[in-house]
């Protein structure tokens, strides 16, 4: 059987997303880390090395979005959309947390722990809504 949904994508485009989707993720995922490392041990090395993680995050999260943002109002994908809507609220969080890391030495605890949480969180929700949507297209088109 022939997959439901239509395919108007640029396959370049999808694999450059593909590609670059994840690092950001990874690269918060490890902001997230070093917080809460620096929350414990009270040394203010680990919130250097999330300020630095928390900005290259940002910085490579700009080329998916774009993608993402192409694929939302030029297709229909309503999971697309709640991706695209989590990823936006979740990088406005990471925004704030690098003001926050901008701050001297322990004065950056506890708000950016709480922010790590919001932006991970919800990457991780968008993640898993679109993975469980590409499982339902993969269950469609075997049919």
Do not use: Q
Request: hydrophobic fraction near 55%; charge should be positive; charged fraction near 15%.
């Amino acid at each position: 059987m022939i997959s439901v949904r239509p395919r108007y994508r640029s396959k370049l485009a999808t694999a450059i997303f593909d590609l670059f989707n994840p690092i950001p993720y990874g690269l918060f995922v490890g902001t997230l880390i070093f917080d809460i490392v620096c929350a414990i041990t009270y040394n203010v090395f680990w919130a250097k090395g999330a300020a630095w993680l928390v900005t290259a995050g940002l910085i490579l999260a700009i080329a998916p979005r774009l993608i993402n943002l192409v694929h939302v109002w030029f297709g229909p994908a309503p999971v697309e959309r709640l991706d695209f809507w989590l990823n936006l609220v979740a990088i406005i969080a990471a925004i704030c947390n690098a003001f926050i890391h901008s701050r001297d030495g322990y004065g950056i605890v506890p708000l950016n722990v709480i922010l790590s949480v919001i932006t991970v969180g919800l990457l991780s929700v968008g993640h898993v809504a679109m993975a469980f949507d590409r499982f339902g297209a993969m269950e469609t088109a075997r049919e």
